[in-house]
């Protein structure tokens, strides 16, 4: 029996709601005025505190928003919702391009009115603002000119009548480097870099996608310099716009790119950067940017550069193409580049210098340097060093991490451009001293708040995971997920399964990892159960931000796509797409090869591991379909994950065993092996009778004492221990810190192997071209949230969520976890005699915890020092709490 807590709290402060978004950003610049979301977080210090109305002030300006007089006024709206609210009648109010400011007040239980929030402003999409679309580039475009500097001046002389400035920004061709094209200034200052890679729509239409940012800041009285450095291998433009709004509600496009085409200077860029070999590898290229500094532009960026002897843009062709290409605003945050200090820079005689920035960058590296004469120095980048100490520049990944920079006489300052994962770096032929001051990484990401989240416990394992994935997930934090950026910067859908659930443990950051989910939708890969996961996903994302806006508009692509695929109707299970050999609807079941613990590839026709992807999949399209309305949809999808797992218990479980076999071959007989990847994913995915048999399941991994599945295959044998109830020994394997080479431990992956964001095998033997940046195997970041702790929504936007902690034998752990609603904050401590718990639910939130009872105990509850009568149940006390910070004790 549950019963909600009442408490009351002696005094309280019900403040104005704050961490205000628009389509999941909080600087929601260029958005699509078609039914925006708007979402919020309440604050109050009253106990069991939440939101029953609020109110939304929409207006053109900031003196509009002062003075009342808005756009538009919701009134009061009874309702407790805040991460999914849309307005009716809005989409006819706003148009492209257009700069406005939104405020939000709230009432809670008591009819209390919070003080209005700050008004933050958004802008819609360009859309058929654009003045052209058509992309300029320097005069070399077509003889190889790769690298493009340009450069325009606009004067303004009305600089204090601008309210915002925005400019939008978009280039070509993002694919063949797989990374992004230019390289925005403002006056000097660096703006933003872009595009990310080319999306399609669910029509099939291809999508440019592209960043406006804030640029108010930067603009000065007169004479402003708008530069970009470019570089890709295809399809060359660069397009831009500058608008300015007023204070007095009017709006100006002060520059366009291909419309002012005649007032931007052009340089190609081959003389600065020298390309010869690229450090790319068989799936993108990249070339090495070999700097030369006597050759380089220095201060292009900045006003009073000479660029007089610059060639005028040339124009090109128009970068949206009707029917075929669509340009869109960039739904998530922009990228940045942040300024990192490194460890060691270690002078080694004969113009030999060795650095070591500490931890892994994706980016890139910044001298300043004193040449008494110009020199050219050697520059070897790599994730690790040589038996001998040198840098690994040829890298398992086989990118080639080497280039040459010329310097010139005097004082300079060189850096990259363009992505490379490197730690160590080695320099040679350098005449010119270089102390650490001199030196800096440049890591490209998007800005990361490593204060929104903690953790702490009394095993240092443990706390290791936890913090080197925190720097993982802020390190890998680009425009789109992917693998890694070194060896195929490739988008796949497992490891965006696992790098969204590691993200959702230190920021409640939901913009990229949606974005990649959309993207992986209509960029499949070839793995038979990963075109699957993107449903798994969508409804994560459902249920973690409370905005349904991708789960509406995923819903037919992805319901289409599960009515074409039927199981056997004779076998009642879905067969293998193709031939197990790696290739295009080939089954993964786990990465690399040698991982998958003797599965029986070839003879499983009908794969446990697919179907068990099938059931969760089948699940989560019925909670989907019930969300929207659709029962039709829902019963009959429910209906079909029943029949699977009714099919798969009978045809695939062994109840002698305790555990799946491999599948059943093509004819329908049974494959008499037991590789540990069948038990594990037809657990985790819920494919079981009962609890019993989800008991035996469970004992049957426990049973087998160690991790036989990848680095990758960790997150789905963690997840199943946890849902099955066998926490402590999912948490001592994550706490196991035997460093034994070659053993499957993340200890043991990490110390061992020097990594410092996330490996992609437990160690090189097992992958000898592994990564060292790959996220997915950052499977510990959220199974300590998830498992350890129990931290999970139950529904949508955190509007309820439980706490169910299996720590095992520790004596004590805390953790804050960064919600949409705020943050929760967890602290258990244990000894023979209690289990304690204190536990802060943020305002508009319940939390139901599961508290374990102590084993011999007197069954008896406190809570805030009081004693409770909850009835205690399968060895838990299961407590409902409102808002607030509650103590309990257990004894």
């Known amino acids: 029996m549950n019963a909600e807590l009442k408490m009351t709290g002696s005094s309280f402060s019900f403040a104005a709601p704050e961490e205000l978004q628009v389509n999941l950003l909080a600087a929601p610049f260029g958005i699509p005025r078609q039914s925006p979301t708007f979402s919020w977080a309440m604050r109050s210090g009253e106990v069991g505190d939440i939101q029953t109305s609020y109110r939304i002030f929409i207006a053109h300006r900031l003196s509009d928003m002062k003075e009342g007089d808005y756009l538009l006024d919701t009134g009061w709206i009874a309702t407790d919702e805040c991460s999914n609210v849309r307005i009716a009648g809005l989409d006819t109010l706003l148009r492209d391009n257009e700069l406005y400011y939104w405020a939000v007040q709230l009432r809670n239980k008591n009819g209390m009115e919070s003080a209005v929030s700050d008004p933050v402003p958004f802008s819609t999409a360009v859309g058929e603002d654009w003045e052209s679309t058509r992309g300029i580039w320097s005069e070399d475009a077509e003889g190889g000119g790769n690298f493009s500097f340009l450069r325009s001046e606009v004067r303004i002389t009305d600089v204090e009548d601008i309210e915002r400035a925005l400019i939008s920004v978009t280039a070509t061709s993002p694919e063949p480097s797989r990374q992004y094209v230019y390289h925005l200034f403002i006056n000097g200052h660096f703006v933003g870099l872009g595009p990310t890679r080319m999306g399609k729509s669910f029509d099939g239409e291809e999508i440019l996608y592209y960043n406006t940012y804030d640029v108010t800041s930067l603009l000065r009285e007169d004479v ?152 050219t120095i050697r520059l070897c980048f790599g994730e690790e060093l040589n038996e001998d100490g040198s840098v690994r520049y040829r890298m398992r990944t086989s990118n080639v991490y080497l280039e040459n920079w010329t310097l010139k006489e005097g004082v300079q300052t060189l850096e990259n451009y363009s992505l490379k994962t490197f730690r160590y770096v080695d320099i040679f032929d350098c005449r010119a001293e270089l102390k650490e001051e001199d030196v800096k990484a440049i890591a490209i990401r998007k800005a990361f708040d490593a204060d929104a989240s903690s953790f702490a416990c009394s095993n240092e394992v443990l706390c290791h995971l936890y913090d080197t994935f925190k720097y993982a997930i802020c390190a890998t934090n680009q425009d789109l997920y992917v693998d890694s950026q070194s060896r195929e910067r490739c988008a796949y859908e497992g490891d965006a399964l696992i790098n969204m659930l590691s993200a959702y443990t230190y920021e409640a950051s939901m913009a990229l990892p949606r974005f990649s989910i959309e993207y992986l939708m209509t960029h499949r890969t070839w793995p038979a159960e990963y075109t699957l996961m993107p449903i798994h996903m969508v409804r994560l994302d459902y249920l973690y931000s409370g905005n349904r806006s991708l789960l509406e508009r995923a819903y037919p692509w992805l319901r289409n796509m599960m009515l074409s695929e039927r199981p056997d109707p004779e076998v009642g299970l879905f067969p293998s797409k193709a031939a197990p050999h790696n290739g295009w609807n080939s089954i993964l079941v786990d990465w690399p090869v040698n991982s998958r613990d003797g599965y029986e590839m070839q003879a499983a026709y009908y794969n446990t591991v697919y179907n068990a992807m099938m059931h969760i999949s089948l699940r989560d399209m019925a909670i989907m379909a019930h969300v929207l309305g659709k029962e039709d949809d829902a019963t009959a999808f429910r209906a079909d994950a029943d029949a699977l797992r009714h099919n798969m218990i009978e045809r695939l479980y062994d109840s002698t065993q305790g555990a799946f076999r491999d599948g059943l071959t093509r004819e329908g007989a049974p494959v008499e092996h037991f590789a540990q990847h069948a038990t594990i994913f037809a657990l985790c995915t819920g494919v079981y009778r009962d609890a019993e048999m989800k008991d035996t399941l469970g004992r049957h991994l426990v049973g087998q004492e160690t991790i036989r599945t990848s680095i990758y295959g ?133 939390a139901t915890v599961y508290l374990p009872a102590v084993a011999g105990g007197t069954d008896t509850l406190f809570i805030n020092s009081q004693k409770s009568n909850f009835p205690l149940e399968d060895g838990c006390f299961t407590i409902e709490l409102g808002a607030g910070t509650h103590r309990l004790l257990a004894q």
């Open 224 to 375: 402003n310099v708008i530069s970009a450095l470019n570089y890709t291998m295809a399809e060359k433009g660069f397009l831009c716009q500058l608008t300015v709004f007023y204070d007095d509600g009017d709006k100006k496009i002060l520059l366009n790119s291909a419309r002012d085409a005649e007032a931007f200077r052009a340089l190609d860029g081959k003389a600065a950067f020298c390309p010869d070999q690229s450090i790319g590898t068989g799936y993108f290229k990249a070339e090495a940017e070999n700097i030369n500094a006597e050759q380089y532009p220095f201060g292009f960026e900045n006003v009073g550069f000479d660029a007089s002897a610059w060639h005028p843009a040339v124009l090109r062709e128009d970068l949206e193409i009707s029917g075929e290409r669509l340009l869109a605003p960039y739904p998530s945050d922009p990228v940045g580049r942040y300024e990192q200090e490194v460890a060691l820079v270690e002078n080694r005689g004969d113009g030999h210098y060795f650095i070591d920035l500490g931890r892994e960058v994706i980016g890139g590296l910044r001298l300043t340097l004193t040449a008494d004469a110009p020199h």
């Open 714 to 846: 960790a997150f789905f044998h963690l997840d199943a221990l946890y849902h099955a109830g066998f926490g402590a020994y999912a948490t001592a394997l994550l706490a196991d810190g035997d460093l034994t080479p070659g053993i499957h431990s993340f200890a043991s992956s990490l110390y061992n192997g020097g990594v410092t964001i996330a490996p992609e095998a437990w160690n090189v033997n097992e992958k000898a071209n592994m990564t060292f940046s790959h996220p997915w195997g950052s499977a510990p970041a959220s199974m300590i949230v998830r498992g350890m702790f129990g931290i999970r929504p139950t529904r949508p936007g955190f509007h309820k969520f439980e706490v169910r902690p299996q720590i095992g034998d520790l004596p004590y752990a805390s953790i804050r976890v960064p919600t949409v609603k705020g943050a929760i904050v967890v602290s258990l401590g244990q000894n023979r005699e209690a289990y304690e718990a204190e536990i802060t639910v943020p305002a508009n939130t319940k």
